[in-house]
């Protein structure tokens, strides 16, 4: 499958392998990653950004792409829709059918509240499946919740918020109990003890595993559990807006039937966005490791409903998605090949960084390493850094690779590539986003006293930067609390007459700021069927 | 000029780019996917696809995500097969003899035809995995499916109507929760927090100064 010029680089990286095992690469100083990430992080090319024109968070940057969106009508504006003919009425209303929207049904549900799940495609459709390394959680005994808190705090470049990040790591042990009650199959020894290592950033190993399956057997578990539990799904039907009540609160949500076009009523005494991230969005023309619908409709749907957002300035690039080969470009390879020993190498064989920098810091690296020195690969669709995997069964044995991330090891050899012999081609990933809405520490926003935000859709929790293992622990933590917090809120709430005045509202703003974008928002799918030809 | 091949979606001819995967070529194509679509990176098995090669009489099942177009496919997507799962309480169920017989009792009408297996889009062994589910060992079936996508291939082939994907998923859930030895290391930490040995020192560090956090970071001790 390789080019010849890329077997000649191999040779090269073969050739210094033995010298590099002998060594640890230098980690960089604090004053070095700053620059770096100034220079070569996606997030500092003001390019990819465009202001917000109107909203809480008017005049703030976003990327591109979605400062569109937001910056856009509501798809049902002037649509006729007759909010008094109900299709739904539930205690409890989770948008989206990730790893934070499952927990959040099964906590309200174990509350005795009344909940029902929408979710654009199905059940599990989502990044958590996707999810390959692991979960952190401090519960080790040369560890403690204050260690992992530091870790995260630093490597968000000290901007999370401190209450949000407390819950994270406090009820992080709690978590991975929760799972492992519900059936998840953690890595383990014979004595019962984790299998551990690092991260990116970590200061001890606490990144918990099922080999390089983590999200989706902590997904498919929480499906099994939603589905024994008889929890309502709607699936192929996506919120499109929430309703509010004359009261200020919201009341529900407009769905849209995605097969049938069909608009849907669904009233509720709390609403949990639960939507997930962004990366089909493709900020900066960067591939994705994300699933097909993460295009940020609860960011969109929350602002136009009045929640404000939280960094929406700041995404996570995973410095090793593909390069190579093309049919799976921008796929992710997990940190976890790093965790287990591999180098990141350079088409003469250099290893130019440590390899557990955090993501941000790694990506910026890899970039660097492409675009200003030239040591990159030579690909199809642009450049890549070799991922050293064969170091990985000379580290830990011949047989590590296919016991602790078979899922790599199948992608690859999909395509006649050998990880456990040859090297691998990656290059940045659009991955994550750090930003979302701003919530407080229970979980509801600060605007509307009914409204829960939980996973990837949240912002703050992980400041400008996120560690891996922290945001399956996020769904999870978030979106459990999310539930309780829905469950308990429900029996307090009296709805007044609903109402969708806060479409036309906005569309009123944009247009007195003179804003017409021609699109309308939210985005539901990306456009990727190809036009005239 | 790009190299072309010449794929049948759902009958249909279209000539599309070598390069491409089922997935994309259907996007290529002009399809807008709504079913038959999901992570599109191998693990949410939303993409089950049968194809056939124009002249060859075999029937092959994959992923539509992980499998490049080639020259004479038949295509066909099976974006959704109703596959039986049985529901319980994981609390009340127990990985005893007669929990499979109890929820999926039709393994025991596996006619040994090995379809599953041929069928499975990860290349499992999943007529192995049903035979450990049907003498109970539930360590075994779990760590045999373990990959499972639950894309549904297998089922769809199966002569005796079993659900493949949901009894391998009931024997790691059995697994996780019963077998697995428990781990002494998560419970004493859970227990510490509950009772509020970190409760002091995490309001310590959240109110620590941004410069002084800045310090502890950059020269805390990495473990080896």
């Known amino acids: 499958m390789f080019t010849p010029e890329m077997l000649e680089s191999v040779k090269k990286v073969e050739a210094t392998r033995a010298a590099r095992m002998q060594t640890e690469p230098r980690r960089m100083t604090a004053e070095e990653k700053d620059t770096l990430l100034k220079a070569f992080h996606p997030d500092y090319r003001a390019d990819g950004f465009a202001e917000i024109k109107i909203g809480s968070n008017k005049g703030e940057k976003a990327p591109l792409e979605l400062a569109q969106l937001l910056n856009s009508n509501s798809r049902i504006l002037g649509v006729d829709i007759d909010l008094n003919n109900v299709d739904y009425y539930v205690y409890v ?37 996707m999810a390959e390394g692991g979960i952190q959680a401090a519960d080790k005994p040369n560890d403690s919740p204050v260690q992992h808190y530091l870790d995260a705090f630093g490597g968000g470049h000290f901007a999370a918020r401190p209450e949000l990040l407390r819950r994270l790591v406090m009820e992080a042990p709690d978590a991975i109990k929760w799972l492992n009650e519900l059936g998840v199959m953690f890595d383990k020894d014979e004595d019962g003890n984790m299998v551990t290592t690092h991260g990116g950033g970590t200061s001890r190993k606490r990144m918990h595993a099922a080999k390089d399956y983590s999200g989706a057997e902590i997904m498919r578990t929480l499906r099994d559990e939603v589905i024994n539990r008889g929890i309502p799904v709607v699936d192929f039907t996506s919120a499109v807006e929430l309703i509010k009540d004359d009261r200020g609160q919201v009341a529900g949500a407009v769905l849209l039937n995605m097969e049938t076009d069909e608009y849907l009523v669904a009233k509720a005494k709390t609403v949990i966005i639960a939507t997930g991230g962004a990366g089909r969005l ?73 390899p557990l920098e955090t993501r941000d810091v790694s990506a910026a690296s890899i970039i660097r390493e492409c675009k200003e020195r030239g040591k990159g690969v030579e690909t199809p669709l642009g450049q890549g850094i070799w991922l050293d995997t064969p170091m990985i069964e000379l580290i830990g044995g011949e047989g590590t690779i296919e016991k602790r991330i078979p899922a790599m090891l199948r992608m690859y050899l999909n395509y006649g590539i050998d990880m456990r012999k040859v090297p691998i081609l990656i290059y940045p990933t659009l991955h994550y986003q750090n930003g979302g809405l701003e919530i407080g520490g229970e979980g509801f926003t600060k605007t509307i006293p009914n409204l829960l935000v939980a996973g990837e859709a949240v912002g703050g929790i992980h400041g400008r930067n996120r560690l891996m293992g922290n945001s399956l622990l996020d769904i999870i933590v978030f979106g ?54 | 000029m790009e190299n072309m091949v010449n794929i049948y979606l759902y009958g249909k001819k279209y000539s599309v780019p070598a390069e491409l995967t089922i997935m994309t070529a259907m996007e290529y194509a002009g399809y807008t996917l709504k079913r038959g679509c999901g992570c599109r990176h191998g693990f949410c098995g939303a993409c089950a696809t049968i194809y056939r090669i124009k002249g060859s009489n075999e029937l092959k099942t994959c992923l539509a995500c992980q499998t490049q177009v080639q020259e004479g496919m038949y295509i066909a997507s099976i974006p959704f097969f109703p596959t039986d799962k ?44 049903i035979a450990y589910a049907q003498r109970g060992e539930f360590e075994k079936c779990a760590e045999e499916s373990f990959d499972c996508v639950a894309c549904g291939c297998c089922s769809v082939r199966c002569p005796a109507g079993i659900s493949h994907p949901m009894v391998g998923l009931l024997a790691r859930r059995l697994t996780g929760k019963y077998i697995a030895p428990e781990t002494k290391h998560l419970k004493d930490r859970v227990d510490e927090i509950n009772h509020g040995q970190y409760d002091e020192l995490i309001e310590q560090i959240m109110q620590k100064p941004i410069t002084e956090m800045q310090e502890l970071y950059n020269t805390r001790e990495i473990e080896k």
């Open chain 1, 282 to 354: 493709h900020y900066q023309n960067f591939p994705t490791s994300n699933h097909y619908g993460a295009t940020a409709d609860g960011l969109v749907m929350g602002y136009r409903a009045g929640a404000p957002l939280l960094y929406q300035d700041t995404i996570q690039y995973h410095p090793t998605g593909v390069a190579f080969p093309s049919q799976i470009f921008g796929a992710l390879v997990t940190e976890k090949v790093r965790s287990l020993g591999a180098m990141l190498v350079n088409v003469d064989g250099e290893a130019f960084m440590h």
């Open chain 2, 86 to 129: 049985r529901t319980y309480d994981i609390e009340e169920i127990k990985p005893g003899p007669q929990i499979m017989m109890e929820l999926y009792p039709e393994i025991y009408s596996c006619i040994g035809c090995n379809a599953c297996t041929n069928a499975c889009t990860q290349s499992l062994n999943v007529m192995q995995y």
């Open chain 1, 480 to 533: 459990r609390n999310a539930g309780k917090a829905a469950a308990a809120k429900a029996k307090d709430v009296e709805l007044g007459e609903m109402n969708l005045d806060h479409i036309k509202a906005y569309a009123d703003e944009l247009e007195a700021a003179g804003v017409a974008t021609g699109d309308v928002s939210p985005l539901l799918l990306p456009k990727y069927a190809r036009k005239g030809r």
């Open chain 1, 93 to 129: 209303l989770v948008i989206g059918g990730g790893g934070a929207g499952a927990s959040a049904a099964i906590e309200a549900d174990n509350a005795g509240a009344n909940v029902m799940i929408v979710t654009k495609l199905r059940i599990g459709d989502a990044n958590t499946m």
